[in-house]
């Protein structure tokens, strides 16, 4: 049953693949080895560990796991037990460190090679009954996940009780590192460097101790070994010192052309009326596409080298574009949507902020299905 499940998934993908899309995201193979390559090259006495939670923060996590499958790196990070059977049924080798919440029954009964759990719980330690490689997180003020202060010495025993614990790791995670006022950064990182001594002290045998994300990689006074490298990987986010190029590029076609005359209304609720006639073109890109609605009448996609405004209300899968002026303009021309350029008004750390928000959220909501390809 097993083996013709497989095929008809090769089946499907194979007959998807041939179809040429209206949305493809290009994802640069080179511009991902080289942001690995940067933190790598700053960090001598630490290993740099990619982070792949999160369908690779919306970029693909097939993909992006098999152009870093040879890069030596000690383990991948992911999020989830159906992440880490995904990337063993594409024949991914290096090990993987699932950092979210994992079922015990799943823990204890896993057939999967080299998989390693973050365990954040007293609870979550007792519940363990077969071999396990574990990660222990300390809660270093953060108070969302990890052990406490006062559960050391408990957790500590629970370990060496417990003959099926492998304890390769301790971690934390910074809750304030890109903020101008270092202060409660500051006390993490006392916290954080007592209690990596403390458990170096317990288990002599300790691989890796690990707090700081790409924020937190200027932090050079905390102890640690090991850079879980996330958004920093995919280049969307700015580290001094660091030449990080985003890795994304959403490109589409234009599906519609019309004039529409000077107080014409478009789009739903009429939020745009023209001042003036206008040439408008459709682009098969909505919401649900990952095009955020924030974006509505203040965004911009680039035709041509040229900045067109996004006019009127984002829709499920349609946007509506200003393209007057641009000579030439025919059906299916080349559309791009995000932009792998940062300086461009539609690169995606200028579409986080033109939404209010982060580039993290931007990314991990454009929907898997939408055919990546690594260039």
């Known amino acids: 049953m097993k083996k013709l499940l497989k095929k008809l998934i090769k ?57 870093l499958e040879k890069e030596n790196t000690p383990f991948f990070i992911i999020d989830s037990y159906f992440e880490a059977q995904s990337l063993r049924n594409e024949g991914i080798k290096t090990p993987l460190l699932i950092v979210g919440y994992v079922r015990s029954e799943n823990i204890n009964n896993s057939k999967l090679k080299d998989i390693i759990y973050v365990i954040s719980s007293i ?165 649900y596409e990952g095009l955020d609605r924030r974006l509505s009448n203040n965004g911009f996609v680039k035709i041509k080298n040229i900045f067109c405004p996004i006019i009127g209300r984002i829709s499920m899968n349609i946007t509506i574009v200003d393209v007057t002026g641009i000579n030439s303009i025919k059906l299916e021309d080349e559309v791009i949507v995000m932009s792998n350029i940062k300086e461009d008004k539609n690169s995606i750390e200028n579409i986080a902020r033109d939404c209010g928000t982060i580039s993290y959220e931007i990314v991990v909501k454009i929907p898997g299905q939408l055919k990546r390809v690594l260039i």
């Open 11 to 67: 089946l499907y993908n194979s007959s998807h693949n041939s179809i040429n899309p209206l949305i493809t995201l290009s994802l640069s193979q080179s511009n991902l080895l080289n942001n690995l390559n940067e933190f790598s090259r700053l960090a001598s006495s630490h290993q740099v560990a990619p982070v792949l939670k999160s369908n690779a923060y919306g970029h693909g996590i097939n993909l992006i796991s098999q152009a």
């Open 123 to 287: 609870d979550s330690l007792k519940l363990i009954k077969s071999k396990t490689r574990i990660h222990l997180k300390i809660d270093t003020g953060m108070h969302r996940q990890g052990i406490l202060h006062e559960e050391k010495n408990e957790a500590i025993d629970l370990i060496r009780n417990n003959s099926n614990i492998i304890i390769e790791g301790i971690c934390s995670h910074f809750a304030d590192a890109d903020n101008s006022d270092t202060t409660f950064t500051n006390n993490q990182i006392k916290e954080w460097n007592n209690s990596v001594k403390y458990f170096k002290e317990q288990f002599l045998t300790l691989k890796y101790w690990h707090i700081s994300a790409s924020a937190g990689y200027i932090y050079k006074e905390a102890e640690a070994n090991l850079t879980r490298l996330g958004i920093g990987l995919y280049g969307l986010i700015n580290i001094q010192g660091l030449n990080l190029k985003p890795v994304l590029e959403m490109k589409t076609i234009i599906t519609g052309i019309k004039k529409i005359k000077a107080g014409d209304r478009l789009g739903y609720g009429f939020t745009f009326k023209a001042e003036e006639n206008m040439t408008v073109a459709l682009i098969p890109v909505g919401y």
